[in-house]
């Protein structure tokens, strides 16, 4: 069986004492999920306390971005070095709004992902597509290029270390969610293109996290569908019982 994940990316949202609060109270319900790893993704301004907190628990730390670089003048910028020794596990990258608003393109973000790996952090990778995007029919082709740009000249054995999620632009804080038809068959069109540029035993065991308005009253269903392996919350992770209801959404 395929991991499943819930990762909860709080964005710049929360001062750190309201971010200790809210991962304390994840941390008090976490041992009431049993089909999922939970993942917290704080501001990185809030990594160290926070990991001092969840060091030892169920509860997993995220970063939501880091450099290319792993040290050396790249003035602001977060090492995935430091992220690893602070005891951090995974990094969001390629999510649309670095996209965006940072321009990260796919290239930049592969550089990206080949630092986390090098530091023994495993990459959430972000693919999705814009609303005009899916109206002129071509969500398939952006979320295909996404990632064979941003993650197909890995090895097998550091693609296996990925765990993928789908984004479609137009649901993420909009509170317009995709249906889980339309998430479950860009996500079995995701795991038919990792299957045909590695094998279908390694696309089989490919976790794919379902992001974009999702919360607890329509996680279940979403969760349902075959090929959605969990998800990637962002408005909704930052109570923490509507988070761990999601993440109980099994
Ligand atoms: C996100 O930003 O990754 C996200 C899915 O946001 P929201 O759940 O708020 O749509």
Redesign the pocket.
Known sequence: MRKQIVAG?W?MNTSVAEGKELATGVMALVNTVQNAEVIIAPPATHLTEIAKLTKGSAVKLAAQNCSQAASGAYTGEISPKTLAEIGVEYV?LG???RRTYFNETGSLLNEKVKAVLNFNLKPIF?VGERLEERESGQEKEVVQSQLAVGLFNLSEADFAKVVI?Y?PVW?????KTATSAQAQEMHQFIRSVIAMRYSKTIADKTTILY?????ASNARELFAAPDIDG???????LVADEFINICKSF
């Open positions: 990316n964005k969001i999510h649309s709004e972000c999620a984004e649901a993420i804080g909009t509170g992001g974009g308005s999702c919360k998800g990637l919350i962002g408005g909704a992770s």
